[in-house]
Structure formats: C-alpha cells, structure tokens
C-alpha cells in the first residue's frame, strides 16, 4: 500500500483529484509500500528553496528532494521516496499561460515531482523525451488534458 501526504498551509483548496493521479503513477511504475510527502508553497518559500538548494535566487514550479538517490531507502519494507514541493502561486500562473486548467497544471507537476522521486530526469534530450512521454501518457490516461 502506499501512502502520501499532502502538506496544505498554502490553503489551496482544489486538489481532491491527486489522489487519483497520484496513485495511478504508482500504479504504472509498480511501486507499492512507498511514502512520500507534496507540500504546496508560496512564491517566497520556493524561492529561498530553490536558492538553498539548487543556488538559483529565482521562483520555480516544482521542486523534489529524493530520498533514494543513495539507494532504496527502506524501513519496515516501506520505500521512503522523498518531497514535493509545488508552488502553488506559480502553478496558476502557469496554468493561464499554458491555456489549461490548474487541475492539469497541478496534476503535472506532481507527476513530475513524483517521477523525480522515481529516479527520472531530464538533464539531457533522451531522458527529458522520456520522461515527459511518460507524464503526458500517465495523465491521457486520467483523461487530464491539456
């Protein structure tokens, strides 16, 4: 079984649906007993993020922090994937400049984020191919469309 965390101070409302996303990413990449937690963030709080982290003094969408970039982490045969940190200002904006609703802006960036826990990435052409495949294919499959 597995099971995540939405972290919701930011206070956003609109976002029963992730659930389903969520768990259908698991689903496809046959993940099972894995933890991971979304926390949704204000442009301030991903900004000092993204300046801390990745030395970058500027908003971002997204953020992930695996856990098992070092190997699988497990306790009692759990897997504990990491964090997602989701702008929430950010995905909005994002969402009218893309022409699309934010329940699928939200649903991709956490796909994203949860792809990125999975070990994806796209710091290159073929890895960025594959991965963006994957997400739009996860979220077709949800009938999320842009």
Do not use: W
């Amino acid at each position: 079984m597995n099971k995540f965390t939405i972290n919701n101070e930011y206070g956003y409302k609109n976002y029963s649906y992730l659930k389903k996303v969520l768990n259908a990413t698991l689903k496809h990449e046959k993940i099972n007993n894995a933890v991971f937690s979304i926390i949704f963030v204000d442009l301030d709080e991903i900004t000092e993020i993204n300046r801390e982290y990745r030395g970058l003094d500027k908003p971002t969408d997204v953020i992930s922090f695996a856990f098992e970039d070092n190997g699988k982490l497990l306790y009692n045969n759990v897997r504990l994937l990491g964090e997602i940190y989701i702008c929430i200002p950010r995905m909005i904006e994002q969402a009218k400049e893309y022409g699309h609703s934010e329940k699928r802006e939200l649903s991709f960036l956490a796909v994203h984020g949860l792809l990125h826990l999975l070990g994806y990435d796209h710091m290159n052409k073929d890895d960025e191919k594959i991965m963006f495949a994957l997400q739009e294919l996860i979220l077709d499959e949800q009938n999320i469309k842009r």
